[in-house]
Every structure is written in structure tokens, then in C-alpha cells.
């Protein structure tokens, strides 16, 4: 069965530090990787996504970027922290069943809080 | 842009009785349609999924989509406390052949009372 994991769970770093998020997935082969960002009183916002190595869009400009050097590890950065950045950060997979349709599952999140 | 618009709650149903989660999106393209349930500081997890018109049954819960009207929701009968929890509405305008994001509702907070 298929797996995700994110780490660290939670982290509380202060503005102006770098960042790094990391989320692998075990138990499935190419996957499309997810990104998103959960504020506050705001709904699951999309921050990037991958269908394969090295290939990443980004769906709302910002100071963070993402990276995926291997088919199943997606990773969130950052040169520099805002504010702003605060959130719950998921990281998602889906493939593409049978039914030409894709499902997107999420990991267990981590928890930022930019001081 | 697309919009995904939920009614925030909290929705207070009693315990054995029928909850109703609604859902209305904004773009007509929309192919794939899902809930998901969040509790308290936890990640999303899939609940439903509906992807054509009219509804889908999993055991307490029924998924009702409706293209013409823009229109999903979610029915859970027999409520439980367990139940109690952050319910998403998630819209996927690609059926297929690629990635694309899910647009998300804010969420509807449902409360079954004991």
C-alpha cells in the first residue's frame, strides 16, 4: 500500500531564516506530487505541483520554491521566511486510475509558524 | 478564477440523524469532485469521490452532484460523534492525462451533538 511521509511535523522557525520541507511517498511509482498551504481561516490553497523529476509548475507566485530530485520526493524551500509563511503545509500524491481519473491523497502535514 | 464556495457552519446536527454538507463551484469545466473530512489539526482525508451526475453511496454517506446546477454535496446518515469534524469540498477541472490541483471550499464545520 502506498505511503506519505512529511517531516518535520512542526517547526517554528524566526522571519528571514530558510526553509525546507520535505515529503516522500513509498509504495507507488511516478506519481504527481502536490504542494499546498493551509492558513488560517483560509481554505487549501495549491502552491506547486510535479508530474515527474525535475519538472514543477508553481501556481501562485511567491518566496518559496519546490524541487523533486527523485520520483517520489517532493521538496518546499525557501531563502527566506515571512510572516506570512505561517501555516499548515501538505503534501499530496495522486496517479491516474483505470478510469482515467486521479484521486489526490495527502500526507500527514507540517505545522510552520514563522516568528 | 476558480471558486469553490462552502457554508462555513458550524452545522449542528444530533446524533442519528441525516447531516447535509452543500457545495457550489464556479467553474462549468469541472470534471472530478470530491469531499474530504479534516479533524482538528490533522491532514484532509478522502471521504468521497463523484465524477457524474446524480449520487454515489458508501455506506453512511451519500455524494450528490449535480453539473447543470454547479452542485455537490455530501449526506451522512446515522450521524456519529466521530463525524465531528471539518468537511472540504474539492473540484478537479482535469479528468485525466495530467496533474492539476484540487480548488477547495473553505470548509463546512459539522458538530453532531450526543
Known amino acids: 500500500s502506498q505511503t506519505i511521509h512529511q517531516w518535520p511535523a512542526t517547526l517554528v522557525q524566526p522571519v528571514g531564516s530558510p526553509l525546507s520541507l520535505e515529503c516522500t511517498v513509498e509504495g507507488t511509482s511516478n506519481p504527481n506530487l502536490y504542494w499546498y498551504r493551509q492558513a488560517a481561516g483560509r481554505g487549501l490553497q495549491l502552491l506547486f505541483y510535479s508530474v515527474g523529476i525535475g519538472q514543477i509548475s508553481s501556481e501562485v507566485p511567491q518566496n518559496l520554491s519546490a524541487s523533486r530530485p527523485q520520483d517520489r520526493q517532493f521538496i518546499l524551500s525557501s531563502k527566506k521566511l515571512l510572516l506570512s509563511d505561517s501555516g499548515f503545509y501538505l503534501c499530496?500524491?495522486?496517479?491516474?486510475?483505470?478510469?482515467?481519473?486521479?484521486?489526490?491523497?495527502f500526507g500527514p502535514g507540517t505545522r510552520l509558524l514563522v516568528l | 478564477q476558480k471558486e469553490v464556495e462552502q457554508n462555513s457552519g458550524p452545522l449542528s446536527v444530533p446524533e442519528g440523524a441525516i447531516a447535509s454538507l452543500n457545495c457550489t463551484y464556479s467553474d462549468r469545466v469541472s470534471q472530478s469532485f470530491f469531499w474530504y473530512r479534516q479533524y482538528s489539526g490533522k491532514s484532509p482525508e478522502l471521504i468521497m469521490s463523484?465524477?457524474?451526475?446524480g449520487d454515489k453511496e458508501d455506506g453512511r454517506f451519500t455524494a450528490q452532484l449535480n453539473k447543470a446546477s454547479q452542485y455537490v454535496s455530501l449526506l451522512i446518515r446515522d450521524s456519529q460523534p466521530s463525524d465531528s469534524a471539518t468537511y472540504l469540498c474539492a473540484v478537479n477541472g482535469w479528468s485525466g492525462g495530467g496533474a492539476d490541483g484540487l480548488t477547495f471550499g473553505k470548509g463546512t464545520h459539522l458538530i453532531i451533538q450526543p
Open positions: 499530496a500524491w495522486s496517479v491516474e486510475g483505470t478510469s482515467g481519473k486521479e484521486t489526490q491523497y
Open positions: 463523484i465524477y457524474s451526475n
